[in-house]
C-alpha cells in the first residue's frame, strides 16, 4: 500500500485541479460568439506593449477587436503642432494585426484629451473656422492616413451631444459651426475610403439624447456622408439601461439604415454618488465610504447580480445580432477599470467580465450561457 501512496497523491492532486478550475474559463468569448457579432476590449499602454503579460494573453485568447483606450486621441498622438508620437499606436496596430483582430480607432474629434493649441493661435486667440479646419483635416489626414487598411473602424467623432439631445458647445462647434461634424467624416473618408466610420456616445439609452442622435445621423445621411454605425458606449450599471430602453435604442438606430457598435461595455456595481449619472468625464465627486462597499472583495449576491445583469444585456444584444456587428468592453480586468477613479477617485469597481486577478467572474459565464439560451429560445 505504502508504496501508492506517492503517485496517488499526485493523481488526487491532478484530479482536483482539472476540476476545480472554472471550466467555463476554457470558453472563448471569440469562438462561442462568432457567428453573432465581433467581441472586443480596449487596451491600455501596459497591455499594448505586453508588459501586462496576463492581460495581452487574456485579450489574446478571448477577443477578436481591440480598441485603444488613450492612444490614440489626440493629447496622447498630435501633443504639439509639429509633433506626432506614434509609437504607441504603431505598437497597437501590430498587436492587432499579428493576432488577427479587428482594429478600431478612437478617436478623432472629441473635446476632451485635446489639447488647447488646436483651438488657439500663438497669442491664445480662438483660430478662426478656415484655420481649425484645415488643422482637422491635417490632423485626420496624417493619424488615418498612417493606418489605412490596418484600422479598419474609427470612431470619427465622440460624444457631441447633451443629455437632452441638444449639441454640445465643444470648442469644435463654435469656432466650426455645426458642419464640422460632417467635415471629420468627410476628411476620414478621404484618408482612407474603406474604413468604417462611426459616430460614438453614451447614454444614448435615454430618449431625449437618442432623439439628438437620430437627427444628428439622418442629416449625415442626407448629405451622404458615410456613417456606417453608431457606437453605444454602454457604460452601464445595475439598473441603466432598463431592458425596454436597451430595446428601443438598438431598434431605432438600426431603422436608420445603419450598424450598431456596443464600444466601451462596463456595468457598474458601486453606488452613484448623489446628483450623478451618465458618464460625463469632467465630473468628478468626494470619496465617502458608502461609495465603496467593495473594496475588499465582490459578495456572492453582488457577483450573481452582475452575472444576471450581464445576462440580461446580452439576451437583448443577440436578439439584435444582425443589426450589432460588434460589442467592445472597456477594459479588460476589474483591475485596471477606468470605473475605479470614475466618477469617485480610488474606489474599487467590479465591471468587467474578468477580476483582478484575471480570472472569469460568474459574469463571464452568464455571457458564455446567454447563447446557449439566445438558441434554446429561437428553437422554441
Ligand atoms: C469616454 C471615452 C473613452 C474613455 C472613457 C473613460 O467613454 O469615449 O475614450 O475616455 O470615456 O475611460
Redesign the pocket.
Given at each position: 500500500m505504502k508504496k501508492f501512496k506517492l503517485p496517488s497523491l499526485i493523481i488526487v492532486i491532478l484530479w482536483s485541479a482539472v476540476f476545480s478550475a472554472d471550466l467555463s474559463a476554457q470558453a472563448k468569448l471569440k469562438e462561442t460568439f462568432k457567428d453573432y457579432f465581433l467581441i472586443g476590449a480596449a487596451l491600455n499602454r501596459a497591455q499594448i506593449f505586453e508588459k501586462d503579460a496576463r492581460g495581452a494573453k487574456i485579450v489574446r485568447e478571448q477577443f477578436n477587436t481591440i480598441s485603444p483606450?488613450n492612444i490614440l486621441?489626440w493629447a496622447e498622438v498630435h501633443p504639439q503642432p509639429e509633433r506626432y508620437n506614434f509609437e504607441a499606436a504603431d505598437r497597437y496596430v501590430a498587436f492587432g494585426e499579428k493576432n488577427g483582430m479587428f482594429l478600431v480607432g478612437?478617436?478623432l474629434v472629441w473635446h476632451n484629451q485635446t489639447p488647447q493649441w488646436v483651438f488657439e493661435d500663438k497669442k491664445g486667440n480662438p483660430v478662426s473656422r478656415e484655420e481649425l479646419l484645415k488643422r482637422l483635416r491635417a490632423h485626420i489626414n496624417t493619424v488615418v492616413g498612417r493606418y489605412k487598411g490596418k484600422i479598419k473602424g474609427w470612431d470619427v467623432v465622440?460624444?457631441a451631444l447633451n443629455d437632452d439631445g441638444s449639441w454640445r458647445q465643444t470648442p469644435w462647434l463654435k469656432i466650426i459651426g455645426e458642419d464640422y461634424i460632417a467635415k471629420a467624416f468627410a476628411y476620414a473618408h478621404e484618408a482612407d475610403p474603406s474604413a468604417e466610420l462611426y459616430y460614438?456616445d453614451?447614454s444614448l439609452e435615454n430618449e431625449p439624447k437618442r432623439r439628438g442622435a437620430i437627427a444628428l445621423i439622418k442629416k449625415l445621411q442626407a448629405a451622404g456622408i458615410p456613417i456606417k454605425a453608431v457606437g453605444l458606449?454602454g457604460?452601464n450599471n445595475l439598473t441603466f439601461p432598463t431592458v425596454e430602453q436597451q430595446e428601443a435604442t438598438l431598434r431605432e438606430f438600426a431603422a436608420l439604415g445603419i450598424k450598431i457598435a456596443i464600444t466601451?461595455l462596463d456595468v457598474s456595481v458601486l453606488p452613484d454618488p448623489e446628483g450623478f449619472s451618465g458618464?460625463e468625464?469632467s465630473l468628478s465627486f468626494e470619496m465617502k465610504e458608502r461609495l465603496n462597499p467593495y473594496k475588499n472583495g465582490l459578495p456572492d449576491e453582488m457577483q450573481k447580480k452582475l452575472a444576471d445583469r450581464y445576462a440580461e444585456l446580452f439576451a437583448v444584444y443577440l436578439k439584435y445580432h444582425q443589426d450589432i456587428e460588434r460589442i467592445t468592453f472597456?477594459n479588460v480586468t476589474d483591475k485596471e477599470s477606468?470605473l475605479n477613479n470614475?466618477p469617485v477617485r480610488g474606489r474599487t469597481n467590479h465591471p468587467l467580465l474578468f477580476d483582478r486577478q484575471g480570472k472569469p467572474k460568474p459574469a463571464f459565464n452568464a455571457v458564455v450561457e446567454s447563447l446557449e439560451n439566445f438558441r434554446q429560445r429561437s428553437r422554441n
Open positions: 483606450e486621441k478612437h478617436t465622440n460624444e460614438n453614451y458606449q457604460h466601451e458618464a468625464v472597456w477606468w470614475f
